[in-house]
């Protein structure tokens, strides 16, 4: 079987109506090994029908599905023998269009709520009598569509799930896909392996040979230049490149001097001449052209922009010196693709700001991204497959202008000391109390602020650090994490002791909105 192939055996279609847990669809159905794609509510019929799902979902959204100019889609989707799963507004859709009535509840069900579900019904086997699922709707369901039998309520919802087993057609009011919906990743199970049959065919072992065989074909005899950033995504795809094409692949890692304490060196150990891979790399030492381009720059956009900019002088140079190089490698995820509009139905959240932006005065004949398809978790399952080691896979995310966007105001190696240091610190304490697995992202920022202190009775006027921790499912929305006081605590302490030119600690309690995760 072929890529192309393998990921069309079974696929299974997300159709987008604007909702913000849409790509949290696609991840739990690949979770049943189930592959499976997001594409606009806007997308032509015929377009759904070649491509030959095995069940199609309909995703929530933001609109009432019975005001004028609300996002739609043809009844003719309901009549075509594929299983069709609705969910939240895709749900209302379903029913409106098949002659149910929606209308505004009476009552607003938000949050964790108990629903009571018919367990004879193909999507609630295995499921409890009663759960507890995740409820986000203004609307509901007030009567099910003429040959629709009702399989779940609530206290305030009449119709919390509607079937039509004959036609394989399923309605249901909450979100499966979030995890506070306990039995959630059991009901999408059921659809795609129970109703649609699926066989479960989505596995990365496969994924990573196919890969390898294509990326083979493609690149004959060719050079491959790839930006590496340490980050996890660009990390596994040149480990995915080495192992397709060994030494004619070229890494260049720009160490911009704003990366976290020993990062760089880490990085070299891994993919250097003593690491495990067979490959070229590079590493550009650049700290001093970046911190004399950020001299005196406060302004974050601003700051950004001369960091990413220098990347790419910096790239270019490099693959000047290389020459006749044929294809561009580059990590983009899924989640890339459809965040900058391409896929799903989603706003575009915010410009490519990866430092590792494609430089488009560089001629190459092609660009590879051979993780295109994947989400974050499945680039980290094919990261473990392809033998690169769980530090790195695991790693926390990390932005491409790096600290440069923690330390508040103007950037010098002095601040960059004192970040780089306090953040070395709290990370060490997260690992030894066990939380560097369970805490989504957390660092160290300097804030730009000095007050007075006293140390050892002398008077201080020195910096503040600021820890941040957050915990978020898709880096939308994050609320921040509760790390323990007492480890907070030696934390702080650790920090005005060890690192020269900080006097004081804040810990930072915004959620996104109205924050957001890094500080400029
Ligand atoms: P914000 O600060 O926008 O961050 O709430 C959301 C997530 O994105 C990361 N981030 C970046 N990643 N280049 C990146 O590759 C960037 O310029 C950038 N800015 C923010 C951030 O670390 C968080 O995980």
Not at 103 to 127: H, M, N
Request: hydrophobic share 40%; aromatic share 8%.
């Amino acid at each position: 079987m072929d890529r192309k192939e393998m990921l069309s055996a079974e696929k299974v279609i997300v159709i987008d109506f604007g909702g913000q847990y849409n790509q949290l669809v696609a991840r739990r159905v690949r979770e049943c090994n189930v592959y499976c794609e997001i594409y606009s509510y806007k997308t032509d019929i015929e377009q759904i029908k070649a491509m030959n799902p095995k069940g199609i979902i309909l995703t929530g959204g933001p609109n009432s599905c019975y005001e004028e100019n609300a996002p739609t889609y043809q009844k003719e989707l309901f009549e075509l023998g594929i299983p069709v799963l609705g969910l939240c507004y895709g749900a209302q859709l379903m029913m409106f269009l098949l002659g149910g009535r929606v209308e505004k509840a009476p009552v607003r069900e938000y949050g964790k709520i108990q629903v009571a579900v018919d367990t004879s019904s193909a999507l609630f086997s295995d499921v409890s009598e009663t759960t507890v699922c995740w409820m986000s709707h203004n609307d509901y369901i007030s009567q099910a569509a003429p040959g629709f039998t009702v399989s779940a309520h609530t206290a305030d919802c009449p119709v919390a799930a509607a079937e039509c087993a004959a036609k394989r057609l399923y309605a249901i009011q909450f979100h499966p896909e979030v995890l506070h919906t306990v039995e959630g990743t059991k009901m999408l199970y059921n659809f795609v392996r129970g109703v649609c049959g699926c066989a479960g065919t989505w596995k990365m072992d496969s994924f990573v040979e196919e890969s390898v065989r294509q990326i083979r074909e493609k690149v004959g005899d060719g050079k491959v230049l790839l930006a590496l950033s340490g980050g996890v995504d660009s990390s596994v795809a040149a480990g995915l490149l080495s192992r397709a094409i060994g030494n004619q692949l070229t890494c260049v890692f720009v160490d911009h001097g704003l990366l976290r304490k020993d990062e760089g060196d880490e990085v070299e150990a891994v993919f250097g001449r003593d690491g495990g891979f067979d490959l070229n790399f590079i590493r550009v030492n650049a700290q001093k052209r970046y911190y004399a381009k950020l001299a005196g720059v406060t302004e974050p956009e601003r700051k950004r922009k001369i960091i990413g900019e220098e990347f790419i002088r910096v790239f270019e140079e490099e693959a000047k010196k290389i020459g006749a190089v044929d294809f561009l490698a580059q990590g983009t995820i899924y989640p890339d693709v459809v965040e900058s509009g391409l896929g799903g139905e989603s706003a575009v959240i915010k410009s490519h700001h990866n430092v590792g932006g494609l430089p488009d005065f560089v001629d190459f004949k092609e660009i590879i991204e051979p993780l295109r398809d994947l989400f974050k978790d499945e680039v980290r399952k094919a990261g473990l497959e392809l033998g690169i080691p769980e530090k790195l896979v695991y790693r926390q995310p990390f932005p491409g202008p790096g600290l440069g966007i923690r330390i508040i105001g103007e950037v010098t190696a002095e601040k960059v000391r004192i970040v780089q240091d306090a953040d070395a610190i709290y990370r060490e304490e997260i690992a030894k109390a066990g939380l560097d697995r369970s805490i989504g992202q957390y660092f160290a920022a300097l804030t730009n602020m000095r007050s007075v202190g006293v140390m050892g009775d002398e008077r201080t006027y020195d910096y503040a650090v600021a820890l941040r921790a957050v915990n978020t499912v898709d880096f939308m929305t994050a609320e921040s994490a509760q790390v323990p006081w007492e480890v907070l605590q030696v934390v702080m302490s650790r920090i005005i002791n060890e690192v020269r030119g900080v006097n004081r600690v804040f810990y930072d309690l915004t959620s996104k909105p109205p924050g957001t995760i890094e500080f400029e």
